[in-house]
């Protein structure tokens, strides 16, 4: 019998390796490798020196950092009256609210950026400003709610018993408890708006750009790789700074505070918290605003009323805008955000089984191969898609079949981005399974398949179907590095919505609309979803 374990231990260690290595290899040669070619090509021929020895490109940092910063700043003051709400509040319709706070998230960037532009035509910086805040309120409301319904109300109970007014009691008890979790929001949503590129790109026009778009700019348009690079460079480094500020308020709120259960601290708002409820559902109605703002423009025309943009989806535009008809680009996007979807969920479910195995390992090497590897599925999310899909271009020539002319290469560049969602979304379940039950399994004599086929599957199921519906519609609106690797010949949605927003006609601006209306309904319908079958995820 001890031979028999003797002989079990290293088969299993043996492929529980080999399925390690499959996400790594992964991670390596589709984001690793593009990402270090990028730096790499930033140091080379003097691209660095000549960049950063140029004004333009400090007042282009500062304009990305000036609006990312003045976008936060924005999100967070949105964002805490949901959060209040979201976690403190006992009232009918909290699951609704739950819901539109994360629909702005999901909505494909071109989505936003349309709508937003069917507010203020002319866009501008405030335009630019809000759209990106609108898409992160559910980033600070999801963060915060998340350790506010946990804190224990009784310290601000007691300054309140003391004589301490509300606003007191809110800012020199709960706020400071909050802290590391508005800071932790705070460096995401930085780190999302300093990156952001669809809303920008559609948003600012010629007149006002970021690091992010003049890449694409000097990539697409000028042909200066070199100088594109060491843009990327400078924005990597923006990225790590912002993802290090990140990991350090996380560790601080998770050792700070003492935790009780939400169903305990949610009640009925009394007094003044009328007032902050008042104000989440003003932030809830603003956020719908953009939507319905896009819903009215896709139907309507200088004519009146009229459902031509949808109709015109079985064209090519006017003067032939695309090279495809509308309707075959939806069914480009279909392919290729199913195609990702299935690449994601195969890589992110072996990937959060052996991050489970290696945290419940005895040996500290394990562990802390475990903790690497969990950190490295989490880099994609903090490195610009355009950068990836600048890489992809300048490295993966080099690989058999150069996969830069193949149908496969969209779907690989949307899994790297989803990856990581579906970690987030999966991981936390297998990790909270009792290894009890797996045990007790085993000494049935049920195989490692037979075990998780039977304990782990059913447990952790309604996340698999979530996280599935969560990566298809980010797939689905990808844009950053779908922008830089679809063929004019096969653009997904979103690239046929800013081809057509490119190109003058009354029809092609109908047909855009019409198109992100059509997005837009999907990814609604997947948010639903979502909600229904559980989180959606940590942020």
């Known amino acids: 019998m001890a031979l028999a374990h003797g002989s079990l231990r290293p088969a299993r260690t043996a492929g529980l390796t080999l399925l390690g290595l499959l996400p790594v290899a992964f991670l390596v040669v589709f984001f690793a490798w593009p990402v270090v070619a990028i730096v790499g090509r930033g140091f080379s021929a003097g691209g660095v020196d000549t960049v950063l020895g140029d004004p333009q490109t400090w007042r282009l940092a500062g304009f990305t950092l000036g609006s990312a910063a003045a976008s936060t700043v924005v999100a967070l003051v949105a964002g805490l009256p949901v959060a209040f709400l979201l976690a403190r509040v006992r009232l009918p319709g909290i699951g609704l609210a739950r819901t539109i706070v994360l629909i702005p998230f999901v909505l494909p960037t071109v989505v936003v950026g349309l709508a937003f532009r069917a507010l203020w035509p002319d866009g501008g910086v405030l335009p630019l400003v809000l759209a990106n805040a609108f898409f992160n309120v559910a980033v600070v409301a999801r963060t915060v709610s998340g350790l506010w319904a946990h804190l224990d109300p009784r310290a601000a109970e007691a300054a309140r018993a003391l004589g ?24 995401v949503v930085f780190l999302f708006c300093a990156t952001s590129f669809g809303v920008v790109l559609i948003l600012g026009g010629g007149s006002y750009r970021t690091l992010e778009t003049e890449i694409y700019l000097r990539t697409v348009d000028l042909l200066d790789l070199s100088g594109a690079a060491a843009l990327s460079l400078l924005q990597f480094a923006a990225v790590v700074a912002a993802l290090a500020l990140g990991a350090m308020a996380r560790r601080r709120r998770e050792s700070a505070v003492r935790l009780r259960a939400a169903q305990v601290t949610a009640r009925r708002p009394q007094g003044g918290q009328w007032y902050v409820v008042t104000a989440a559902m003003v932030v809830l109605g603003l956020l719908l605003t953009p939507i319905v703002a896009l819903l009215v423009e896709s139907v309507s025309t200088p004519d009146g009323w009229s459902f031509a943009g949808y109709r015109a989806l079985a064209g090519t535009g006017a003067n032939g805008a695309l090279q495809v008809t509308g309707w075959v680009a939806v069914q480009n996007s279909l392919a290729a955000a199913t195609d990702a979807t299935l690449l994601a969920m195969a890589i992110g479910v072996i990937a959060s089984v052996v991050l489970v195995v290696l945290r419940r390992s005895p040996g500290l090497l394990a562990r802390g191969a475990g903790e690497t590897m969990d950190a490295a599925l989490m880099l994609p999310l903090g490195v610009s898609a355009v950068t990836v899909g600048f890489g992809y271009l300048v490295t993966l020539d080099a690989l058999p079949g150069d996969l830069r002319t193949s149908p496969m290469l969209v779907p690989l560049a949307q899994a790297l981005v989803i990856i990581p969602l579906v970690v987030r979304m999966i991981l936390p379940v297998l990790r909270a399974i009792d290894e009890r039950l797996r045990q007790a399994a085993a000494t049935l004599g049920a195989s490692p398949l037979r075990v998780w ?5 059913p447990l952790v199921a309604r996340s698999l179907v979530a996280a599935a519906g969560f990566g298809f519609v980010v797939a689905l609106g990808e844009f950053g590095a779908t922008s830089f690797l679809a063929r004019p010949d096969a653009p997904t949605l979103p690239v046929a919505v800013a081809t057509l927003m490119g190109r003058p006609g009354e029809l092609n601006n109908q047909m855009a609309y019409a198109a992100c ?23």
């Open 164 to 187: 301490a007014s509300p606003w007191r009691a809110f800012r020199t008890v709960t706020l400071p408890a909050l802290a590391p979790a508005v800071a932790s929001a705070a460096a």
């Open 453 to 457: 086929r039977e304990v782990d599957l």
């Open 517 to 539: 209306a059509l997005l837009m309904l999907v990814t609604v319908a997947a948010v639903v979803l979502i909600d229904r079958f559980g989180s959606a995820g940590e942020f």
